[in-house]
């Protein structure tokens, strides 16, 4: 069976991750995912929301906004 991988850069979009996650999540139930959330050095409360998230989620937090690739995920 293939794994579903869902890629998200984020940016001092708190809100905006937290609406997606309120309507990707419940949609996911029985599929098997893994949810790639790049944080590109955000400011706001975006590290305090993404830790209540619960589910397959990978968060990698970078210092700065100056790398937007995904070349550090290894799948």
């Known amino acids: 069976m293939s794994k579903l991988h869902i890629f998200t850069l984020t940016w001092n979009g708190s809100e905006k991750i937290q609406k997606l996650y309120d309507s990707l999540i419940p949609n996911l139930n029985g599929i098997d995912y893994e949810w790639h959330i790049k944080d590109n050095g955000s400011v706001d409360d975006t590290d305090d929301i ?12 970078y210092p700065n906004n100056y790398f937007n690739d995904f070349d550090m995920l290894i799948i």
């Open 50 to 61: 993404v830790s209540k998230f619960v589910g397959n989620i990978n968060y990698i937090k």
